[in-house]
């Protein structure tokens, strides 16, 4: 392996821009501040969102969460997600999914407020990026891959890359980002027939299906410089791994990000880029309201 690409490094490069972004933005009477909806106690989830609470306070912006019991009912949970929709103090929200199974039938991605849509899951974020703008919000994980690609110097146009899963939290806006930045996608999911055909292939791998140890050195073709990006976080025998078995790989690949400390906290990364990106949007139309 030539390259171990880590998050740390990069974040602590760009957040001071990220903070001065923030306190510019405070200055101007709109501090960021991020609402979050929690409903359960899972401590791995809840681990998570403490860790966004951390990286709000690195940028010096505000962060309130509300955690909500499992067993609550929807008319109640609906309520708290317009509160935060119409809280003017809150700039940035999202409900942490997954969702408790008896809010199976309710698409809560399609209830925020587009504007403070901090994950881009809303379909007017995903119509932007869908027509080529990419301007705008961009989902938190597809975000951070390229922000990590880029920072990197690998180069994406003209590549042949395969993404492995296509939720619409990663692998679909993946695709459509890629694709716009000029590169060959090919989109695998659990019904493709023979994933090694694919993925021996690629220039670049991207798996996000949640399979531990899915991808092993029988996937690859060493001599092609193949470069892993593993999306996935998974609890396996009380240990984090990814989708990919880093030991079977790491030998046989030109880069890799490891699990965790690579995707992971680029995606609490971009969700901070997010929340700027969604304060400076909504003092922007308050400033243009009150012309
Ligand atoms: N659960 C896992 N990833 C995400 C994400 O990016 N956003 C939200 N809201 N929930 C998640």
């Given at each position: 392996m030539e390259r171990l690409l880590r998050a740390k490094t990069l974040i602590d490069d760009k957040i001071l821009y990220l903070k001065q972004k923030s306190q510019a933005l405070s200055k101007q009477g709109l501090k960021p501040h991020l609402g979050v909806i929690l409903v359960g106690n899972n401590p791995a989830t809840l681990s998570y969102i403490k860790n966004k609470e951390k990286f709000c306070s690195r940028i010096e912006a505000d962060f309130s969460l509300i955690n909500l019991p499992e067993d609550i009912e929807k008319e109640k949970f609906l309520e708290h997600i317009q509160r935060l929709n119409e809280d003017h103090s809150v700039t940035g929200c999202f409900v942490q999914l997954p969702l408790p199974n008896h809010f199976n039938d309710l698409d809560v991605t399609q209830m925020i407020n587009p504007l403070k849509d901090v994950d881009g899951f809303h379909l007017k974020t995903i119509e932007k990026i869908y027509q080529g703008d990419l301007t705008g919000i961009i989902?938190?994980?597809?975000?951070?891959?390229?922000?990590?690609?880029?920072?990197?110097n690998i180069q994406i146009k003209g590549m042949d890359i395969v993404i492995i899963g296509r939720s619409y939290i990663v692998g679909k806006p993946l695709s459509l980002l890629l694709e716009r930045k000029n590169a060959t996608v090919t989109l695998c999911h659990?019904?493709?027939?023979?994933?090694?055909?694919?993925?021996?292939?690629?220039?670049?791998?991207?798996?996000?299906?949640?399979?531990?140890?899915?991808?092993?050195?029988?996937?690859?073709n060493p001599q092609n410089n193949q470069i892993i990006i593993d999306v996935g976080i998974n609890r396996y025998n009380n240990k984090l791994v990814g989708d990919v078995d880093f030991e079977s790989v790491k030998d046989h690949v030109k880069a890799i990000t490891p699990v965790p400390g690579g995707v992971g906290p680029m995606t609490v990364f971009s969700l901070m880029e997010n929340l700027i990106l969604t304060t400076t949007n909504i003092l922007n139309n308050q400033n243009k309201g009150s012309l």
């Open positions: 989902p938190c994980t597809p975000k951070g891959i390229i922000t990590l690609l880029e920072a990197n659990s019904h493709t027939k023979d994933i090694k055909k694919y993925t021996s292939q690629a220039d670049i791998i991207i798996s996000a299906v949640g399979i531990p140890l899915l991808i092993t050195k029988e996937h690859l």
